[in-house]
């Protein structure tokens, strides 16, 4: 088994643990099982590029998809596909959750962005819940790695200087640097 695999991160804000089980780097999909803490989740956001398909394992996985909420007991499991305004979380204010996630096709992007959203929560350079990196060229490089999209008005009219950004966050060495440092 490579290095790579089981390898774990940790995000305190949200109390959450991802264990990565097969990477883009040898396989057509990632495998990740994630424990999240009571009341965590993510924001509602899409992707463009991939399919997320949600396995429960222990406890109820909570998944706001598309306007409409679906609990997902053990051994139920739910695919977003791409374009699909989503987010999952524990309902639960007591109790840890365990759910497995498959993303399809494998973006290696995609686990950049997991590994320095992290590291930067760990590292303290994020504003608190939120968990928006303090470097706006850090944003704009996460933005771009995890193929995170929001349907706003706001977000859709500033889409194209946000890739700006993101290519002179590349051109100062900012992305570099993230690999560097967490990934």
Not at 143 to 168: I, S
Request: hydrophobic share 40%.
């Amino acid at each position: 088994m490579a290095a790579f695999f089981m390898k774990k991160i940790y995000n305190p804000i949200n109390k959450e643990s991802i264990c990565f089980y097969k990477s883009a780097t040898d396989s057509e999909y990632i495998e990740l099982e994630v424990t999240l803490g009571p009341k965590g989740g993510n924001p509602i956001h899409f992707h463009r590029k991939f399919t997320e398909h949600f396995f429960a394992s222990k406890g109820v996985l909570g998944l706001h998809f598309n306007g409409k909420e679906v609990c997902l007991k053990p051994e139920e499991d739910f695919a977003v596909q791409p374009m699909i305004n989503h987010r999952f979380y524990n309902p639960s204010v007591t109790d840890f959750i365990t759910f497995k996630v498959v993303i399809t096709p494998a973006i290696k992007g995609f686990e950049w962005f997991l590994k320095a959203q992290f590291g930067l929560v760990n590292d303290g350079k994020v504003f608190s819940k939120l968990q928006l990196p303090k470097n706006p060229f850090y944003l704009l490089v996460l933005l771009e790695w995890g193929d995170t999209q929001v349907d706003t008005t706001l977000y859709r009219l500033g889409k194209p200087f946000l890739k700006l950004g993101y290519h002179l966050a590349k051109h100062l060495g900012v992305e570099r640097r993230l690999k560097e440092k967490y990934c």
